[in-house]
C-alpha cells in the first residue's frame, strides 16, 4: 500500500493525514484540533492515540 491514507482523531473526529510509511510510536499532528497523536497501532488496522504531553520524555 503506497497510498496515503487518513484515519480518524481520537479528540475532535477529524481526518488525520496518515502517512504511507507511517511508523508505530510516530507523532502526527491533527490539522482540525492541532493535537498530537501517537501512532499506537499500524497494522493490521492503523490506530492513533492522545500523544503524552511531557515534551522531556520522548523515550526513543
Ligand atoms: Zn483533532
Not at 510516530?26 to 504531553?53: F, H, I, K, N, Y
Amino acid at each position: 500500500m503506497s497510498v496515503a491514507a487518513t484515519i480518524e482523531c481520537p479528540i475532535c473526529a477529524g481526518a488525520v493525514g496518515l502517512p504511507a510509511d507511517v511508523m508505530l510510536g510516530e507523532l502526527l499532528e491533527c490539522d482540525d484540533c492541532g493535537s498530537e497523536l501517537e501512532v499506537a497501532a499500524v497494522s493490521p488496522t492503523p490506530s492513533v492515540r492522545e500523544a503524552p504531553l511531557s515534551a522531556e520524555d520522548w523515550g526513543q
